[in-house]
């Protein structure tokens, strides 16, 4: 025997059908005689019955949950009264002929039917799961995220094949660049005291083949950044890279809306609006105190600084910022005062507020607040003024924090996809910390040429040809037009503080490909693990990774990273110190 079907694809159209199923036993039920087994595979369950006179039934009379069996039998359609609307092969069941153990299942760590069976699975604990991923991976909601995830991928490669572009596979094992983040390094045996690095992304690679005349590539990439995690991060992850010659930064930007559209038509179903919305850098942080706005809803942040200037509320007077949130409700004290301590951690100096009810302003800051704001904001009874000064951009981010964390408490935050473009970001940040001048994306993005007279005189006033994806409010891509021309390009290490000599022995092989002859080029990379993610409805990536890490970076299925044998580390030239 061999299996004819997948369970979850048995249906009225095979009644009075002989079909052979294979797969695991979601559940085992013995009712007065009769045995019921839902049988589960990656395409669902179906419901089998046995009967005491059957051939099948002194087999099916010892399985239990998760063994592996083989049944044959034939398809008949369910009473009326048993049909199962929440399962696909709920109007009909397979009555057993025949069954086969394959295998033998102990008892799991946690059960995993439920979710097959159109219910909540019970709460589990993340690191139980991950140590057991297995089992875990088993359960019906990852089983729709990785495919979620395969659908995806198809996708992509079906769209940018047709759109001319190339895949082309670039190293893992590279040399160690500056891209932000800490290098994983792997030593060399046959270059003992050298190293290799996983590559955080194939950025100079990708330049590279745009040099030598590839003009369309992507690649399906894995890369590695040595940092803390979060729910959205891992050591190791995916992105889908892109790069294009002889393109400006609209080019970029049409063709990957048209690719997210495509893949999520493809993927689910659902048409998305072109083309997407697009704000600067510089609106995106005044409006909604973010560079990766969450447009599911309102709440914007309003200007308000110049009407509390020369007033009598001297915290307000003379500070570069003062932006205000109009909250529709009457906010607690308690929830006043949990906002405030938010608004700290990202750097304000506190949160103040007033309510309007009756048609005036009460408490907090009440007696401060200049008609001219009222007649601005346009509050109405029963809401709550939030307000924050300083910095600008610690006044933006902080209330931009805040609106986000009133979005989830309200229940603001409707349902849906919305993406946006962000554009014009700064090419440099200020390092208090180094005391110099930094880059924002990477310091191979070209400087926006209408602000090139200022990239020694000024380069904080510099915008950047660069942009970002972003997806209900996480940046789910970004990418840049770059520098292509050798003496810009050294021009820029120079204003980062990378000496000539520095610069050579860094990244010598790039500026010397730069000068054989270099087109204009650009390009992006989505992170996909977060995209899917946010496609899924997940609020981690985990959850769309077959094997994840932990919050800790371990892989606890396997117990990676573990220890390796001193003979090992002997060939590698390295001596581990003891630890104290």
């Known amino acids: 025997m061999r299996r004819t079907h997948y369970c979850g694809k048995v249906n009225e159209q095979l009644v009075g059908q002989t079909v052979t199923l294979e797969g695991w036993v979601n559940r085992r039920r013995d009712l007065g005689g009769l045995i019921f087994i839902d049988l589960r595979d990656r395409e669902g369950l179906v419901q089998v019955v046995v009967d005491p006179g059957s051939p099948a039934f002194t087999e099916a009379d010892r399985v239990r949950n998760e063994w592996v069996v083989r049944v044959q039998g034939k398809v008949r359609e369910r009473p009326v009264e048993q049909i199962n609307p929440k399962l696909q092969s709920g109007k009909v069941e397979v009555v057993a002929e025949g069954l086969e153990v394959l295998s033998e299942a102990r008892t799991l760590p946690f059960q995993v039917d439920a979710g097959w069976r159109g219910e909540e699975d019970q709460g589990v604990s993340e690191e139980v799961r991950l140590r057991n991923r297995v089992v875990d991976l088993r359960r019906r909601r990852l089983h729709q995220n990785l495919r979620l995830r395969h659908r995806v991928i198809a996708a992509i490669y079906r769209f940018l094949d047709q759109a001319g572009f190339t895949s082309v596979e670039t190293p893992y094992l590279t040399r160690s660049t500056p891209e932000g983040a800490r290098d994983f390094l792997v030593p060399s045996r046959l270059a003992p005291g050298h190293f290799y690095a996983l590559p955080q992304s194939p950025q100079l690679f990708k330049q590279m083949l745009m040099v030598a005349g590839y003009d369309r590539y992507f690649q399906i990439a894995r890369c590695f950044r040595d ?25 970029i930007l049409a063709i990957n809306e048209q690719l997210a559209a495509y893949v999520v038509k493809e993927a689910l179903g659902i048409e998305l609006p072109l083309p997407f919305p697009r704000l600067t850098y510089q609106q995106a942080m005044d409006t909604y105190g973010s560079d990766k706005p969450d447009l599911r809803f309102g709440l914007e942040l309003q200007e308000v600084t110049a009407l509390f200037a020369g007033g009598e509320f001297r915290a307000f007077a003379g500070v570069e910022t003062v932006k205000c949130l109009v909250v529709p409700t009457l ?53 709550t003024l939030l307000f924050v000064a300083g910095p600008w951009r610690k006044a933006v981010e902080s209330l931009g924090a805040v609106r986000l964390e009133l979005g989830r408490r309200l229940g603001l935050i409707g349902p849906g996809y919305r993406f946006l473009w962000v554009v014009d970001f700064p090419l440099l940040e200020w390092d208090e910390e180094s005391g110099r001048w930094t880059y924002m994306h990477h310091p191979f993005t070209s400087p926006n040429l209408d602000d090139l007279p200022l990239l020694e005189s000024d380069p904080g006033k510099v915008r950047a040809y660069a942009y970002d994806l972003v997806f209900n409010g996480l940046e789910v891509g970004g990418g840049s037009i770059r520098i292509h021309r050798r003496d810009l390009q050294e021009r820029m290490f120079a204003l980062l503080g990378i000496s000539l000599a520095e610069a050579q022995e860094k990244f010598g092989f790039l500026l010397e490909a730069l000068s054989y002859g270099a087109p204009p080029h650009g390009g992006i990379a989505w992170g996909l693990d977060r995209f899917i993610a946010t496609l899924a409805g997940e ?3 985990r959850e769309v990774i077959a094997f994840p890490k932990n919050k800790e970076g371990r892989e606890t299925l396997t117990g990676a990273p573990s220890p390796v044998s001193p003979a090992q580390l002997a060939e590698l030239g390295i001596v581990c110190k003891p630890t104290e």
């Open 331 to 383: 906010l607690s004290r308690r929830e006043i005062e949990e906002l405030a301590a938010l608004a700290k951690s990202k750097g304000a100096a506190g949160l103040a507020w007033a309510k309007f009810e009756g048609g005036e302003l009460s408490g907090g800051i009440a007696k401060f607040i200049p008609a001219a704001l009222l007649e601005q904001v346009r509050p109405s009874d029963g809401q």
């Open 227 to 251: 940092e803390d995690l979060r729910a959205d991060r891992q050591p190791d992850f995916t992105q889908l890279d892109m790069e294009m010659s002889f393109v400006e930064q609209e080019d």
């Open 539 to 541: 609020e981690s990536i």
